[in-house]
C-alpha cells in the first residue's frame, strides 16, 4: 500500500514541476507580441548601448522593434532549459547565456529590428519564451517573430505613430488604427504600455494577443481568433529619437 501511494505521489509531482503541466491546450495555444517603440524606451533606460547608439536614421528611430513573442499564459517560461542557465538568464547576465545558432539572414535582420541585441535580448528572449514556443529552434522562433513584426510596420499603424512623433497619442487611436488595418474589433486585442520619464508619460511598447499555432498562420487571423486585452495607459507620448 505505501509503495502504491509513493508512486502516486511520484506520478503526481511530475505534473507539478512541469513548466507547462498546470496550463490547459487552449491557454498553451496563444502569445502575446511585444513590439516597442524604442525612442520611448530608451527614454527609461538611457545607459544601454543600443540607446546610447540610436541615431534620428536609424530604423528603430521610426519603426516598432522587436521586445518578445511570449507564448501564453504568463508563467510558461524556461521550457527544457537547465537551471544553471535559467539562473544566469534571472540574474540579467545575458551575456553569458549560449549564443543561438542564426543563420547570417536572421542575425542581420535582428541587429536592425532589434536592437536590444546589443545586450544580448534575443538570448533572453529565447531562453525564458522561445523554449516554451511552438517553433522548435531558435532561427524558426525568429523567423516567425520577424514576419508577425513586419506586418506591423506596413501598416497605418506604424504611419500613426511616425505622424505623432513629439505628440501625444490616445489609446482609442491607437486602437482604431488597428481596426482600420486588421478589422472591427482588432484593436481590442492590443495594449498599449506607457512609462513615466521626468514628469512626461512616454509609449514604450504594445503588446499584442495573438491566438496559435503561429506558423505559416496569416497575422489577421491570429489576430481575430485571439482573446481581448486590458487597453492599458489612455495617453501616452510619442518620444523622438535621442536621449
Known sequence: MIGIRVWITAWLLQFAISPTAAFSASELNSYVLAISWQPGFCETRP???????????????????????????????YCDVPPTVQEQDRRNNWDALPELSLSSEIRAELETRMPGTQSFLHRHEWVKHGTCSEMPDAESYYRESLRLLAVLNTSPLRDLFVDAINNPLSSEAIRAAIDNSFGEGMGQKVQI???????????????????????????????????????????????????
Not at 543600443?50 to 522587436?66: G, K, N
Not at 503561429?214 to 507620448?237: W, Y
Open 47 to 77: 545607459n544601454l548601448p543600443e540607446c546610447q547608439s540610436q541615431t534620428p536614421d536609424r530604423f528603430d528611430a521610426t519603426h516598432f522593434t522587436l521586445h518578445g513573442l511570449w507564448p501564453e499564459p504568463r508563467g510558461n517560461n
Open 193 to 243: 504600455v506607457c512609462k513615466s520619464v521626468n514628469q512626461r508619460s512616454l509609449i514604450v511598447e504594445l503588446r499584442i494577443n495573438l491566438a496559435g499555432p503561429l506558423i505559416e498562420q496569416d497575422f489577421t487571423t491570429a489576430l481575430r481568433n485571439a482573446v481581448l486585452r486590458d487597453p492599458g495607459c489612455s495617453m501616452g507620448e510619442v518620444d523622438a529619437a535621442g536621449l
